[in-house]
C-alpha cells in the first residue's frame, strides 16, 4: 500500500512555464488537499476537493489551478510559473468524516521557479 | 481572522522533557492536532484532541484547555530522533485544518 504518491519529487522550471503537479492516492478517502510550505509560514492551503467531482478554493488560490475527476487523482496546475511560487507543495488526503479528519501527507514535491 | 502561535524554535537536552505550546484563535473548534515533521520530510500525525483534558500516548502527551485556546505538546525522555518540526493544528468550523507555523525541536546530547 503506497498511501500517497506525489511527482515529480522536484523540478526546476522557467517563469512563464505550465506545470502539473500529480498525486494520487490508494486510500480511498473522500478529501484531498494541496498546500505549500514556506519557511516560517507554515502550511497554507492551497485549494481542495471534500469528493470526487467538487473543488474549493483555500487560503491562497491564485494562480493554481485543480481538478478531481475520480477519487484517486488530484493534479495540481500552474497555468504560468512565477517565482513566487517556489516552495514545497504537499498533497494530503483524509477520509473526510468530520469532525475528525486527521490529514495524510505525500512525499512533496520541491519546486524551483527561475 | 484566524491565528494560531507556537514558539519558532526551542532547544532541549537528549532524555529531558520538553513542553511547546500553542495559542489558536479560530472561527470554532472541533479538535486539535499535532503533528511531526523531520526535515525534508511530510509531516505525519502525532495526537488528537477535542476534549478538555491530557492524552498520553508513550513518551508524548497532549493536553488541550478550549476556555482558553491553549494546548501543550510534552515529550519526555527526548531522544535525538525527536529532533523535528512539531506542527499545531486546529479543525475549525469549517472544518478545514487551520495550521501554525510549527516549532523546530532542536536536541542537543
Known amino acids: 500500500i503506497a498511501g500517497i504518491t506525489q511527482a515529480p519529487t522536484s523540478q526546476i522550471l522557467a517563469a512563464g512555464r505550465r506545470m502539473t503537479l500529480r498525486c494520487t492516492q490508494d486510500m480511498r478517502h473522500n478529501a484531498m488537499y494541496w498546500y505549500r510550505q514556506d519557511l516560517g509560514l507554515g502550511l497554507r492551503l492551497i485549494h481542495y476537493s471534500n469528493t470526487a467531482g467538487t473543488t474549493g478554493k483555500g487560503e491562497v488560490p491564485d494562480g493554481y489551478s485543480v481538478s478531481r475527476a475520480n477519487t484517486d487523482d488530484f493534479p495540481l496546475t500552474l497555468a504560468s510559473a512565477v517565482p513566487s511560487q517556489t516552495s514545497v507543495y504537499f498533497c494530503a488526503s483524509s477520509d473526510g468524516e468530520a469532525p475528525y479528519n486527521e490529514q495524510f501527507f505525500g512525499p512533496g514535491t520541491r519546486l524551483t521557479v527561475l | 481572522g484566524q491565528n494560531i502561535d507556537q514558539p519558532t524554535e526551542m532547544t532541549a537536552t537528549e532524555g529531558a522533557i520538553v513542553q511547546i505550546n500553542c495559542t489558536y484563535q479560530?472561527?470554532?473548534?472541533?479538535?486539535l492536532f499535532w503533528y511531526q515533521q523531520h526535515a525534508g520530510e511530510a509531516p505525519t500525525f502525532l495526537s488528537y484532541n477535542v476534549l478538555d483534558g491530557l492524552e498520553e500516548k508513550g513518551r508524548f502527551s497532549s493536553f488541550l484547555s478550549r476556555s482558553k485556546g491553549y494546548s501543550y505538546l510534552l515529550l519526555k525522555e527526548l531522544q535525538m530522533k525527536d529532533s523535528a518540526s512539531y506542527l499545531c493544528?486546529?479543525?475549525?468550523?469549517?472544518?478545514?485544518?487551520?495550521w501554525g507555523a510549527g516549532t523546530k525541536l532542536i536536541i542537543k546530547p
Open positions: 479560530t472561527s470554532g473548534f472541533n479538535g
Open positions: 493544528a486546529v479543525t475549525d468550523s469549517n472544518y478545514q485544518l487551520i
